[in-house]
Every structure is written in structure tokens, then in C-alpha cells.
């Protein structure tokens, strides 16, 4: 029972973090209506930017991340206004293959700029684990989690409450209706941008805190796309619960599945979730019900 | 379409031809005649570079129908060529001939992609990339994980040479030959697709789908469909690849693939296989310029090493594929057409 305990909050805080990055998928979403496949790449670019400012220049932490943040702001700006600035009002088809476009553009950009060799990362986190009672909770893990319902609450917040989060999802809805109505679907497209990217930044810093960097950290932008799909790709809050379900669904599976499945199950399970919610509902769990039909 | 002078049609039959004119005709034999001779005068590699080339054109054929004709969007056309790669490799070592593992290999990939494209009876536009997506991630952990006498497991299967009576194709310009014949095949079938019922079905579906229905077009058979073709030709192109290259592991079939395929029609432009064959020109050239410039590359970049010109190349693609869809949606097809267009009623000026 202590094992099952275990390994559930295990899942769920690596679900939690994975969810932070799929409210970076969901951001974009939320406020421009593109789903941006290259988020992993972004995440990967937000990686390496860190390690670049921080063991790449030996600057301590506290500056170079900031530093890598405002690099990360400018990267997405530079996306929007070259881009996605110019699809506005194109069918989805195009932006969507703009993503796929820049998926390949930046993966292989990584790999001019800083190589194929794997680094180290730099331990942002504090690493090691908090015992209580019986449990083991990893520091890094938990601060993760708590970080991401801190940040899913007050982009909740943001887009529920305020002004600009209200016009970000006029966006959401429709660009030509949103133009009509007199709100800059150019700015908000920037906004949202400067927003994944950013969020993606922070869940770099989050996954790969002490670990290590190379191109395959971009798989991680592929991991957290089913918790987006499943918590439904219009609400913030629901990658939260999205990202416990698919989490806990992972560690259980990796625990009391793979040693008869060579460990394919836990590897698959997130992706057979996400076929069956295109299947079964495909706005998500707490996604928007009017999505297109037939 | 601007025809040639002095083509008049009195019957269907005869508009449907491709071939119109003496010239025309003169032009074709001679392109084949050309393609044929190829190998016997041009390198070893020349003659690697342009089987592969044939190969990866199949492939793009195919997604031309998925993605070009039918709108959906399928970015794991590469797992399903792979499907076709390991289920001829598996043929191939139960000692099946070719002319039955090929048609196979099609049918094992149009078959389980029906299984991704299921989705699009409830839903459409990149919901449905998404399906694809999983396909493509769940493929390579799916096949290593199988017991390793099924499909080899992680290390790959070796796949049996082709015999045609009693004669292995086993040289460079045999394999030439060989591809050169199937994507002859596949080319009459993809540009026949296009002018069929099925092929207006799908373009209907593409335009309006609304209009579709009331038309009588069923659209979630017609989707599905859609890309049950495609994936036909990605299983064929699968089997010819593992033929050719005579060993399939799964990294042969990855997303990058995937999303090259995808880049190519794209630059080529999506209306019709012309784009395919197009971009699938402009980008085996664009990556062989690379090839050929990559020992100055690599002083350039000299902290890089190995898989530098698979990064520059991808840098390169992805930047034409934006440029394509910011500048010119249509692809080089279009400018192809415009530029005939322009030859035919030279000296008068055309836009």
C-alpha cells in the first residue's frame, strides 16, 4: 500500500511538472488558436539559452536565468512578428504546418548553434528529497508542482479576470470576429507567444534542473502534448488535473505493467489517452464544446 | 489550364489525355528514354541519391492524396512507410516474391492507418495531425518492443534480396531500374487518382465539406479513405526501401522523416503530384548541394561534427516551407504552370 501511495505521488508530481509545459501549448492555444508543435523545441531552445548564460558564461543563477527568460521573450517576439504575424487570418491548416515548419527550423538551428553533445544542467532546483511519514517527496518535483498550480491559477486568473485575458480569448474564438470587434489580434498572438515561450523556458528549468541537455530533451515538448489534449486545449486549469491523471497513469503503468511489456506500456499509454479522447470527446476534459464537426 | 495551340477536343476521352501534341509526346519518351540511360553514364551515388529520391517520391505521392487532395493533415507518413519496410523485410524472409510483398507491405500500412484515421469521423483540422502524431511516436516503441523473432526487435531485420528468375538484383543500377519501374507505376495512379470519382470525392471534401454532403459525398468514409490511399503509397515506398537498403531498423522512419515528406509537398506545392515531384526534386538538391559542400561547412563550424548537414538541411527546409507558405501557398507547381503558361503565348505578355 506504501509502494502504490509512493508511486502515485511520484506520478503525480511529474505530472503536475509535465502539465506546466502543456499550459504552454494551451497558453497559445487559449490566446491565438495555434497549436504549436514546435513547443518542444522551444523548450529545448529555453534549455539551452539557460545553460548558455549560466555554466556556458559562469554567471551565477540568479542572473543568467533571468538573462535567458528575456532572450526566450525575444525569440518568441521575433517568431510572432516574422511568422505567425503574416498567417493572421490564414486557415489552420497553414499555421499548423508553420509549426510543423518550425519545429524542423529550430531543431536543427539548436544543433548549428550549440552541437549534438549532451550537457550538464545547471542545478537550479534544490536536489534531494523530503521525507514524511513513510513517503519520499524529490525537492525538485515538488517545487515543480507547486510552482505550476501557483502559475495555472494566476494565468487563470489572467484569462478569466482581466481585460487583456478576455480579449486573448475573443482571439481564441475567432480572428475575424475579434477584428471586428476592435481587438489586436496581431498583439495578442504576440502575447501568447511570450507566454509559451516563457512558460516553456520555466518548465526546462523545472524538468531539467540538475540533469542533463541535449536535443532529445525537445521529446519533452511531444510528452505533455496528451495532457494538453486531455485537459482540453481551451483550459488552463484542466492540464492541472490532466497532468495528475496522465502522470499517476504513467507511474502506475511503469511500475505494475512494463516488466511484462518491456516498458512500452507507460511509454504509450499517454498517446492511446490521447487517441481516445479524439475518439470520445475531443474537446477535453474542461476544453471549449464548440470545436469544428462534421 | 493554357493548352497548346491547335488542341481541340471533340470527346472526353481525348481532354482526359495527358499527352496532347507530337511534341509532347517527343519530350516524355525522351525524359524516359534519359532516366533509363541515367545509371549507365552517371556515379554510383548519383544512381544511390536518385533511388532514394524515386523512393521518397512514392511516399510524398501518397501524402499528396492524404494531405494535397483530401485536407487532412498526416504527419506520420514516414511510420507508415515503415510499416511497409518491416512487413516486406518480414516477407522477404518467409521467402515471398517481391511482386506479392510489395502489394502486401501497401496493404499492411493502408490497414492499420485506418485505425489513426478513425478519429476524423468525430473530428477534423489538426485534431486529426494529432492522431497521426501518437502514430508516429507509439510506432518505433511499439515494433523494438515486440518479441525480437517477430520484427527484430531493437537491432532490425535484414531483408532477402530480390530474385527476378533466378537474377539477384543486387547492383546499384538493378535497384535503379527496379524503383524507376515501381514509380512509373505510381505515378500513373497518383495523377489517374486525381480525375477519378475517388479524387473528386476528396477534393470535394478539401473544399467544402458541407457542400460535400449534400453532394452525397460521404466525408468520414471519404476521409478515412483518404488516407487509406495515401498510406498505400507510403507502404509501397516502405517495401521498395527495405529492398533497397537491405537492412529496416526503426530509425529509418522518424518524425523528422515524417515532417520532410510534409516539407516537400509543401515547397512542391499541394494541388496536384506535380508539387510532389517537384519538391521532391528541389529538396534531394537542396540536400545534395549540402552534401557536396559539407567538408567547408565543417570548417566553419568546426564544434559540430557529425549530422551537420542533416542540421543545415533542416534549417534550409524548414525555411523554405515558410517561405512557401508566407509567399507563394501554391508551391513551385504553380510557378511551373506559370511559367509554361508565359512560353506558350510568348511574345504577349502573361501575368
Given at each position: ?11 503525480l ?5 509535465y502539465g506546466?509545459?502543456a ?10 488558436r495555434?497549436?504549436n508543435l514546435?513547443q ?5 531552445v529555453?534549455a539551452?539559452?539557460i545553460w548558455?548564460?549560466?555554466l ?19 525569440l518568441?517576439?521575433f ?6 504575424r503574416p ?5 489552420p ?11 524542423i527550423?529550430l531543431?536543427?538551428m ?7 553533445e ?8 534544490p536536489?534531494g ?17 507547486v ?29 475575424y470576429?475579434?477584428l471586428s ?34 536535443l ?15 485537459g ?27 516488466p511484462?511489456?518491456?516498458?512500452v506500456?507507460?511509454?504509450?499509454l ?8 479524439l475518439?470520445?470527446?475531443?474537446q ?5 464544446k ?5 | ?22 511534341p509532347q ?22 544512381t544511390?541519391?536518385?533511388?532514394v ?12 492524396v ?8 498526416n ?7 515503415g510499416?511497409?519496410a ?9 521467402d ?28 477534423k483540422g ?6 497521426t502524431?501518437a502514430?508516429?511516436?507509439m ?7 515486440l ?13 532477402e ?14 535497384m ?15 495523377f ?15 473544399d467544402n465539406?458541407?457542400a ?6 460521404n466525408?468520414?468514409?471519404y ?5 487509406f490511399?495515401?498510406?498505400l503509397?507510403?507502404?509501397v515506398?516502405?517495401a ?9 531498423t526503426?530509425?529509418?522512419f ?8 510534409l516539407?516537400?509537398?509543401?515547397v ?22 549540402f552534401h ?12 559540430i561534427?557529425?549530422?551537420l548537414?542533416?542540421a543545415?538541411s ?11 507558405l508566407i509567399?507563394?501557398?501554391?508551391g ?9 503558361a ?10
Amino acid at each position: 500500500m506504501i509502494d502504490l501511495t509512493q508511486v502515485a505521488i511520484n506520478g503525480l508530481l511529474v505530472g503536475l511538472v509535465y502539465g506546466l509545459v502543456a499550459v504552454s501549448f494551451i497558453v497559445i492555444y487559449r490566446s491565438s488558436r495555434i497549436v504549436n508543435l514546435a513547443q518542444g523545441e522551444i523548450v529545448l531552445v529555453g534549455a539551452l539559452l539557460i545553460w548558455t548564460f549560466t555554466l556556458g558564461v559562469k554567471l551565477p543563477w540568479a542572473a543568467g536565468v533571468p538573462l535567458a527568460l528575456a532572450c526566450c521573450v525575444g525569440l518568441s517576439f521575433f517568431l510572432e512578428r516574422s511568422i505567425f504575424r503574416p498567417l493572421i487570418g490564414q486557415p489552420p491548416f497553414t499555421v499548423f504546418m508553420a509549426s510543423v515548419a518550425l519545429l524542423i527550423l529550430l531543431r536543427g538551428m539548436a544543433q548549428l548553434v550549440w552541437g549534438a553533445e549532451t550537457r550538464p544542467f545547471p542545478a537550479i532546483l534544490p536536489s534531494g528529497a523530503w521525507t514524511i511519514g513513510p513517503f519520499i517527496l524529490t525537492k525538485r518535483l515538488l517545487i515543480g508542482a507547486v510552482m505550476t498550480i501557483v502559475l495555472v491559477e494566476l494565468l487563470h486568473w489572467f484569462f478569466m479576470r482581466t481585460r487583456q485575458g478576455m480579449r486573448l480569448a475573443a482571439v481564441a474564438e475567432d480572428h475575424y470576429t475579434a477584428l471586428s470587434m476592435g481587438i489586436s489580434v496581431r498583439q495578442a498572438v504576440a502575447v501568447a507567444w511570450i507566454m509559451g515561450g516563457v512558460l516553456g523556458a520555466v518548465g526546462a528549468v523545472v524538468l531539467l534542473s540538475g540533469q542533463i541537455v541535449s536535443l532529445s530533451a525537445a521529446s519533452i515538448g511531444l510528452r505533455a502534448l496528451p495532457i494538453a489534449l486531455l485537459g482540453g486545449m481551451e483550459s488552463v486549469r484542466g492540464a492541472l488535473v490532466a497532468g495528475a491523471i496522465v502522470g499517476v497513469g504513467e507511474a502506475m503503468a511503469s511500475v505494475y505493467a512494463d516488466p511484462f511489456t518491456k516498458g512500452v506500456s507507460s511509454q504509450v499509454l499517454p498517446f492511446a489517452i490521447m487517441i481516445c479522447v479524439l475518439l470520445f470527446r475531443p474537446q477535453g476534459l474542461f476544453g471549449w464544446k464548440v470545436i469544428e464537426r462534421l | 489550364m493554357l493548352l497548346p495551340t491547335s488542341v481541340r477536343f471533340s470527346t472526353y476521352a481525348t481532354e482526359g489525355r495527358y499527352v496532347h501534341t507530337r511534341p509532347q509526346a517527343v519530350w516524355l519518351a525522351g525524359f524516359l528514354l534519359a532516366l533509363t540511360i541515367l545509371p549507365q553514364v552517371a556515379s554510383l551515388y548519383a544512381t544511390g541519391v536518385l533511388t532514394v529520391m524515386f523512393i521518397t517520391l512514392m511516399a510524398v505521392y501518397g501524402l499528396q492524396v492524404t494531405v494535397g487532395t483530401a485536407g487532412q493533415i498526416n504527419v506520420a507518413q514516414s511510420a507508415f512507410m515503415g510499416i511497409g519496410a518491416f512487413t516486406a523485410a518480414k516477407l522477404s524472409g518467409m521467402d515471398v516474391p517481391f511482386w506479392l510483398a510489395i502489394p502486401a507491405a501497401g496493404l499492411a500500412a493502408a490497414v492499420l492507418s485506418i485505425i489513426f484515421a478513425l478519429p476524423a469521423i468525430r473530428v477534423k483540422g489538426f485534431y486529426l495531425a494529432l492522431t497521426t502524431l501518437a502514430a508516429q511516436v507509439m510506432f518505433p516503441i511499439i515494433v523494438i518492443a515486440l518479441p525480437a523473432d517477430w520484427l527484430g526487435g531493437p537491432s532490425g531485420m535484414a531483408v532477402e534480396p530480390i530474385a527476378i528468375a533466378g537474377r539477384m538484383l543486387a547492383s546499384p543500377a538493378d535497384m535503379y531500374y527496379f524503383t524507376l519501374a515501381g514509380v512509373v507505376v505510381c505515378s500513373v495512379c497518383a495523377f489517374n487518382l486525381q480525375r477519378n470519382r475517388f479524387g473528386r470525392a476528396l477534393r470535394t471534401v478539401r473544399d467544402n465539406e458541407l457542400a460535400a454532403e449534400v453532394t452525397g459525398v460521404n466525408v468520414a468514409y471519404y476521409k478515412v479513405m483518404s488516407f487509406f490511399a495515401g498510406s498505400l503509397f507510403a507502404g509501397v515506398a516502405g517495401a521498395f526501401f527495405a529492398y533497397y537498403i537491405r537492412y529496416v531498423t526503426t530509425e529509418n522512419f522518424n518524425l523528422l522523416l515524417s515532417i520532410w515528406y510534409l516539407g516537400m509537398l509543401i515547397v512542391g506545392g499541394l494541388a496536384s503530384p506535380l508539387g510532389a515531384i517537384l519538391g521532391t526534386v528541389f529538396v534531394t538538391a537542396i540536400q545534395e548541394v549540402f552534401h557536396a559542400l559539407g567538408d567547408s561547412l565543417l570548417a566553419a563550424f568546426p564544434n559540430i561534427g557529425g549530422g551537420l548537414v542533416f542540421a543545415t538541411s533542416n534549417v534550409i527546409l524548414g525555411l523554405c516551407i515558410l517561405l512557401a507558405l508566407i509567399f507563394e501557398p501554391r508551391g513551385l507547381a504553380h510557378r511551373w504552370g506559370v511559367l509554361k503558361a508565359a512560353y506558350r503565348i510568348w511574345p504577349f505578355p502573361h501575368s
